[in-house]
């Protein structure tokens, strides 16, 4: 049985892929894209939502949805920190990157670095 890939950090940083086909397809998408939902991963991969999570979670211990949200935050973290938006007050900063990274406001991006323990500004 292969190795489980624990760390989306380490997907993020990765540049030469995992060799697993569904997680490299996702990476990609989501280097692309801003925003994107479990269902359009299905439908991209052609295989169902549930197949979908099955093979995300045989591969990484994570539901699809837990990939994309720390994904997002690593995203967010890395923005934070860039310009243009690390030039702007604290609300605006994350207002900006909250909209860049696929969520509605500032307190959902807050509300989900919470739920994930994540640290958006190292």
Not at 3 to 32: F, H, I
Not at 73 to 79: F, S
Request: net charge positive; proline share 4%; glycine share 6%.
């Amino acid at each position: 049985m292969k190795t489980k890939v624990t760390s989306v950090e380490a997907l993020y940083n990765s540049r030469e892929g995992t060799g697993e086909a569904v997680l490299d397809e996702m990476v990609s998408y989501l280097r692309k894209t801003r925003i994107i939902s479990v269902a359009d991963f299905a439908t991209i991969l052609d295989v169902s939502p549930y197949e979908l999570e099955m093979m995300v979670r045989m591969l990484t211990g994570m539901t699809p949805r837990e990939l994309i949200n720390r994904w997002r935050l690593l995203q967010a973290r890395e923005l934070l920190h860039t310009p243009p938006f690390g030039a702007l007050p604290r609300t605006g900063r994350l207002t900006a990157v909250a909209h860049r990274c696929g969520w509605r406001n500032y307190r959902v991006l807050l509300n989900v670095a919470r739920r994930y323990g994540f640290e958006l500004e190292k």
